[in-house]
């Protein structure tokens, strides 16, 4: 069964240099190629590679920005996935995101990407409940914690770095 291609702004909202808008699914690829232009990378892009271009709506500038596709099952959702850097704050981002449900992504539910990492086997449950605390830790101690519990061990840090999980 065919799953929806999702995307999502990955940043914080706020003030800062760059936002995040990340893709995940079959159709990433496709998404990325109809909403990028490079002058000098053209689709079907190289794996994992950097590269410097603008998003682009028809024939519209929306950002100057980076862009990055990573081929499944070398990825976080073992998926392929895509993300677009553009400038920060919150308009290029969501003017990217509305380009991107244009082109048939479907906004991405909060978790949903560590979840489909889950049922890929990317993650184990434990690392997926990490990913949570990760991402709500209040300090240092909190952080490490959730560290160790992500890279396999317990919560006490007993255990050895499962790498596999990391790829």
Not at 99 to 123: M, S
């Amino acid at each position: 069964m065919k799953q929806d291609t999702i995307a999502a702004i990955a940043t914080a909202p706020g003030q800062g240099g760059v936002a995040i808008v990340r893709i995940s699914g079959e159709d990433a690829a496709r998404m990325l190629s109809q909403g990028f232009q490079s002058g000098r990378f053209q689709p079907p892009y190289e794996s994992h590679k950097l590269m410097y271009g603008h998003v682009v709506d028809g024939g519209e500038v929306v950002d100057e920005c980076m862009a990055v596709y990573m081929a499944a099952p070398r990825t976080y959702t073992r998926e392929d996935v895509c993300e677009i850097h553009t400038h920060g704050g919150s308009t290029a981002a969501a003017l990217t995101m509305k380009l991107l449900i244009r082109h048939g992504a479907r906004p991405a539910e909060a978790g949903e990407f560590t979840r489909r990492a889950f049922l890929n086997g990317r993650i184990d449950l434990s690392q997926a409940e990490a990913v949570m605390a990760l991402i709500s830790a209040q300090g240092e101690r909190a952080h490490q914690a959730a560290m160790q519990q992500l890279q396999g061990g317990a919560l006490l840090g007993l255990g050895n770095f499962n790498s596999h999980a990391h790829e």
